[in-house]
């Protein structure tokens, strides 16, 4: 097999419109033939190739390839075959028939070259009659030989492949010692390996496999944080199911509290005058306390009382001046329309109305508590502003005419008589003058007398302003509440409910000097408050009405009620609490429905217990209550039982049957990922790598699905609905959580799947070695987002917990890189006989 498969052929002028004329030409290398055998044979091999490693081998061929342009054929061949890999060197040894060429290519790569190689191809080389610039050989299969028609080369070599070797240098760790590439590594390689001086501390490097065992961990986490994402986005569907109902719920818990008409009152916008925000969230403050029956803890909260006190009564000197204020806007008013008519006769208001109307002024300025009002403020300064306005004007007018009235009184003065006489002809010109300053005056008084009245000009303006003072009077004295009624009045009939609470502010302010002074005043905290408390009430009303067979059954109902208070006056309610709420609302439906017309207590009863207590309004909340919270289970229920949300027209969730199926193979990848550590057991880091190859598949396929399905903008929460919200309602309280952990979440997993390409980055390069000096800036980025993650925002069960926890630990030990042993120069000809045995060789054969 060592002759030459070469032929000498007499040269001859080429056909310039051969196709394989052409294809020199060209300048290609080899014919369409070749080309598209080598096209096929990678596309087939191209998600292999994608997914595999790069390998770094020393190929031996031998067979046909010494004398006959095989090393060009390699070269050219070589170059179109490969996606990834490249050759890095040949050289050719003749005295032993074999070219031998270190690739870098992938294990796929290298085998399909090799089997190509081993084909029989033709190369035509061609020195003479071609353009300047064309190639000068060409690659062809064996079968075109017979169908060079005319073109005839210069010469023709034949070369094939009959037997190839491939030798892996090792690259591994070997008993402690780090070796890449068949040599051992010290510090000082290591660096000039990965292209920096020198690796100041050992410990500060990764191995290849043990960046795997990060990756996997690392994915981990983000899967198991998707999941818990996943799971509340699933929540958060159930809660939009449910919202209706939990507001429904709130509200007849509302309406059970101890200060409920009163908050209905203070929080109602629709009546300014007994609208006050400030005192009812002091006073929201103390009913917690009051329906916990945590008297204890008064004396802490004592700065609410004497808050409330305080605000209490500005409220009652804000309702007083609002009195005042309606008597001056009818002062006012009165005024107003006298002015009106005075000014239909073209007359000036009078010194004494001015001086009404200044001191009624005066008197309105002094109101604070409706300048300070938040609802009234602005319609109160405009007031303010149009009369004061009006006084100036009307000022203004009476300056004019006390002008005019002096000027009047100087023309009207006796002349005082002249000196003497001084002659006729001065007598005469004194006469005549006299006569002709009368006529004058005599013009001029119409125009005095014009100055007396009001012009229709100062009347336009003065009707202007009287309106707007009495449009501003009517704003602000004649309110209406929402539905119409007199504002005033009706605050005035509720009126009971501020001295109420006045009283109990100042019977707790007594109470909390008590408790300072060690006293037990639980008996007088519960006595101050059950007279309005309508579960007490309730329990006394039945305890009228019905015969109790025995005293245990009466203690039942009435232990029954009390459970009920407690559920309900501790708020939030929580779902933990809806069984047993729903066990004593039924106990205590039951037991109404069970009393009939003859176990009434009444003479004469027609109406039995069931028909009493649908007129009672607290009974009728306690039913509308359950009812609610019925529906609230049931709609969980519901929709836990769906298995798919596929037929969605947009993708909110997966259903919770889908969820579960992801936590089962998540939790199957961590038991797998924990049995096939790799940190401390490096000694068996090739098994371990390639199981961790395995689970990289995986992992990535939980991930592929997990992500398939997208949500849109509109099913996606970027930010919390409401930033402040009021904590006793669960509605308010379950959606504020559910948006927090999930904006949370998705904030961790971008973070996470930007660490995850980079260390991917890490895997896919060709050494078996990474220096910590690239990677521990990464390290430290993982690690803190990490130690900085709130799991209890997260809010994980136990278990995903657990697990999440175990691979955090897993990569904080990575932290320090993995240590190696640097060889001594006694040890280095024994330690390389063994990376040499540890090489990997195979052959191949041509068939």
Not at 16 to 35: A, C, G, P, Q, W
Not at 211 to 227: A, G, P, S, Y
Not at 396 to 414: F, G, L, Y
């Amino acid at each position: 097999m060592k002759a030459k498969a070469k032929m000498k052929v007499k040269i001859k002028t080429p056909e310039t419109n051969n196709h394989y004329y052409k294809l020199l030409e060209k300048k290609f290398h080899s014919s369409d033939i070749v080309r598209s055998q080598i096209a096929e044979i990678k596309e087939k091999v191209k998600k292999t190739v994608l997914e595999e490693p790069l390998k770094s081998l020393l190929v031996s061929f031998k067979g046909e390839v010494i004398g006959n342009s095989f090393e060009k054929t390699l070269k050219i061949i070589s170059k179109h075959f490969f996606r990834k890999g490249k050759i890095d060197n040949y050289r050719t040894v003749e005295e032993s028939g074999v070219v031998e060429a270190n690739i870098t290519a992938t294990q796929t790569e290298i085998v399909e070259l090799i089997q190509f190689l081993m084909k029989r191809h033709l190369v035509l080389h061609c020195k003479t009659g071609l353009p300047k610039g064309a190639s000068n050989m060409l690659i062809i299969d064996e079968d075109e030989q017979n169908h060079l028609s005319n073109f005839t080369p210069d010469d023709i070599s034949c070369n094939y492949v009959t037997t190839a070797t491939t030798k892996e240098k090792y690259s591994g760790r070997l008993d402690g010692y780090l070796v890449y590439k068949g040599l051992p590594l010290t510090t000082k390689t290591l660096g000039s390996e990965l292209r920096l001086n020198e690796i100041a501390t050992a410990n500060k490097v990764f191995t290849g496999t043990g960046l795997k065992e990060v990756f996997l961990n690392l994915h981990f986490i983000t899967l198991v944080i998707m999941l818990d994402l996943e799971q509340h986005y699933f929540q958060y569907r159930i809660f939009k199911e449910q919202e209706e109902d939990l507001k429904m719920v709130e509200n007849n818990i509302d309406n059970l509290g101890l200060f409920t008409e009163l908050f209905d009152h203070l929080t109602n916008e629709g009546n300014p005058l007994l609208f006050n925000n400030e005192l009812f969230l002091d006073v929201l403050k103390l009913e917690h306390i009051v329906e916990k029956d945590n008297w204890k803890v008064l004396p802490a909260y004592d700065s609410y009382v004497y808050s409330a006190t305080n605000r209490l009564d500005v409220h009652f000197k804000f309702l007083e001046e609002y009195g005042l204020l309606q008597k001056c806007a009818e002062s006012v008013n009165s005024l107003i329309e006298k002015l009106g008519g005075k000014l239909s006769d073209h007359d000036f208001a009078s010194q004494s109305e001015q001086d009404d109307l200044s001191s009624s002024y005066q008197e309105l300025k002094q109101f604070s508590s409706i300048s300070n009002h938040s609802l009234l403020k602005n319609d109160y300064l405009e007031l303010l502003s149009a009369f004061r306005k009006l006084l100036a004007y009307l000022d203004s007018m009476s300056a004019q005419k006390t002008v005019s009235a002096k000027q009047e009184n100087i023309r009207t003065e006796p002349r005082l008589p002249e000196n003497p006489s001084r002659g006729l002809m001065a007598t005469i010109k004194e006469r005549a003058k006299s006569l002709l300053s009368s006529s004058t005056e005599s013009s001029q008084e119409p125009v005095a007398d014009k100055e007396k009245n009001v012009t229709t000009e100062q009347e336009e303006d003065v009707r202007a302003l009287l309106l707007q003072v009495k449009d501003g009077f009517r704003k602000i004295s004649k309110l209406k509440t929402d539905s119409g009624m007199d504002a005033h009045l009706e605050a005035r009939k509720n009126v009971p409910y501020l001295t109420n609470l006045s009283d109990a502010l100042e019977q707790l302010k007594k109470l909390i000097k008590d408790i300072n002074k060690n006293k037990d005043v639980q008996e007088q905290f519960q006595d101050l408050f059950n007279r309005k408390n309508k579960f007490v009430i309730l329990s006394g009303k039945l305890s009228r009405m019905v015969k109790f067979k025995t005293k245990q059954e009466e203690k039942k109902i009435h232990g029954i009620l009390a459970d009920l208070q407690a559920l309900l006056h501790d708020k939030p309610l929580k779902e933990d609490y809806y069984v047993k709420f729903l066990d004593n609302a039924n106990k205590l439906e039951d037991f109404v429905n069970s009393k009939d017309v003859s176990s009434m207590k009444q003479t004469g009863a027609v109406l039995s217990l069931a028909q009493e207590m649908n007129q009672d309004k607290t009974f009728t909340t306690l039913l509308n209550i359950k009812t609610g919270i019925q529906n609230i289970v049931e709609k969980k229920k519901e929709m836990r039982g769906i298995s798919t949300f596929k037929k969605d027209r947009e993708f909110l969730s997966f259903s919770l049957k889908e969820l579960d199926g992801f936590l089962e193979e998540l939790i199957a990848f961590h038991k797998k990922l924990k049995a096939t550590a790799y940190y401390g057991q490096q000694s068996n880091f090739e098994k371990i790598g390639k199981e961790f190859d395995k689970m990289i598949v995986i992992v990535n396929d939980i991930e592929s699905r997990i992500t398939s399905s997208r949500r849109s903008d509109n099913n996606t929460i970027f930010k919390e609905s409401d930033p402040s919200i009021d904590y006793s309602k669960s509605s308010l309280l379950n959606k504020k959580n559910l948006e927090k952990t999930i904006i949370s979440a998705q904030y961790q997993i971008s973070q996470l799947l930007e660490f995850i390409v980079t260390v991917k980055g890490f895997l896919g390069q060709d050494s078996f070695v990474h220096s910590g000096v690239s990677t521990s800036g990464l390290f430290d980025q993982i690690t803190y987002l990490l130690s900085n993650t709130d799991v209890k925002l997260l809010d994980f069960t136990c278990l995903t917990e657990d697990m999440y926890n175990e691979s955090i630990k897993t990569i904080f030990q990575y932290q320090v890189g993995e240590t190696f042993n640097e060889p001594k120069k006694e040890e280095v000809e024994s330690l390389m006989k063994k990376i040499e045995k540890k090489a990997i060789v195979k052959t191949y054969q041509s068939k």
